[in-house]
């Protein structure tokens, strides 16, 4: 029998845990792995609208939070800048599907306290989960290694480099979102827009917007 999870020598009281994932099964997967190993309770949000919502009513002790959520591809980030913001504290933990090394550092600046891919054994995720739960940080060591080298300049390597900005808008193109729609929701203008568009185009090697498209999945992606 595995051994319960002990995140303080005098923990009574069950964690109450709030996951954000658009995948009921997934969101239902995760939390049998851990009310296995930890007393909890557990809440669910499909989005990150209902994950604010969620957070506002239940004040959890530890939030875990999908990247991409429909066709977003970087709606768990918007979200955690939204509760970095407010709750500078609060333990959060990234489980997603991407493998890319550029989203994953991208949700550790932003103020995810760890990042753990969902295909990971349950081992690794209970691990993952008692260091966040304590407030440490949780990365494993291979993503850790290509996060690191991500900031090392090296030879012939020509992997774009996006500030923040670009990122956000690139997660929208990528939506199918138009200009006009882009620049209501980020609340800049159109010309902005379509500027960032051309950067984005340049960096990528995209040849029009549908060839943005293309390329700026597979950034998300890491491919």
Same mark, same amino acid.
Request: aromatic share 4%; net charge positive; proline share 5%.
């Given at each position: 029998m595995t051994a319960a999870l002990k995140l303080t020598p005098d923990d009574t009281a069950p964690l109450q845990i709030l996951i954000v994932d658009d995948h009921p099964v997934v969101a239902e997967g995760w939390g049998r792995i851990i009310r296995s190993r930890v007393s909890c309770d557990i809440a669910s949000a499909a989005s990150a609208s209902? =994950?604010?919502?969620?957070?506002?009513?239940?004040?959890?002790?530890? !939030?875990v939070i999908d990247?991409? !959520? =429909?066709?977003?591809?970087?709606? =768990?980030?918007?979200?955690?800048?939204?509760? &970095?913001r407010v709750d500078p504290d609060l333990p959060i933990l /990234?489980? #997603? !599907?991407?493998?890319s090394p550029v989203?994953?550092?991208?949700?550790? #600046?932003?103020?995810?306290?760890? /990042?753990?891919?969902? %295909?990971?054994?349950?081992?690794?995720?209970? %691990?993952?989960?008692?260091? /966040?739960a304590r407030g440490g940080n949780y990365v494993d060591?291979?993503?850790? !290694?290509?996060?690191?080298?991500?900031? /090392?300049?090296?030879?012939?390597?020509?992997?774009? &480099?996006? #500030?923040? +900005?670009?990122e956000e808008i690139l997660g929208m193109i990528t939506e199918g979102m138009s200009y +006009? %729609?882009?620049? %209501?929701?980020?609340?800049?203008?159109y010309k902005t827009v379509s500027n960032v568009s051309l950067v984005l185009k340049d960096k990528l090697g995209a040849s029009n917007l549908a060839d943005l498209v293309v390329k700026g999945i597979r950034y998300f992606d890491g491919e």
């Open positions: 209902e =994950g604010w919502r969620a957070w506002r009513q239940a004040r959890p002790n530890l !939030m990247l991409s !959520m =429909g066709k977003n591809k970087i709606a =768990g980030i918007r979200l955690i800048e939204r509760l &970095r /990234v489980f #997603t !599907m991407h493998r989203l994953a550092r991208r949700a550790l #600046t932003s103020g995810a306290n760890g /990042v753990i891919n969902k %295909d990971s054994p349950p081992s690794e995720i209970c %691990d993952a989960f008692a260091e /966040v060591a291979r993503l850790a !290694m290509q996060i690191a080298l991500l900031n /090392v300049a090296r030879p012939g390597t020509n992997a774009p &480099r996006l #500030t923040g +900005r670009e +006009r %729609d882009i620049a %209501d929701r980020a609340c800049i203008s």
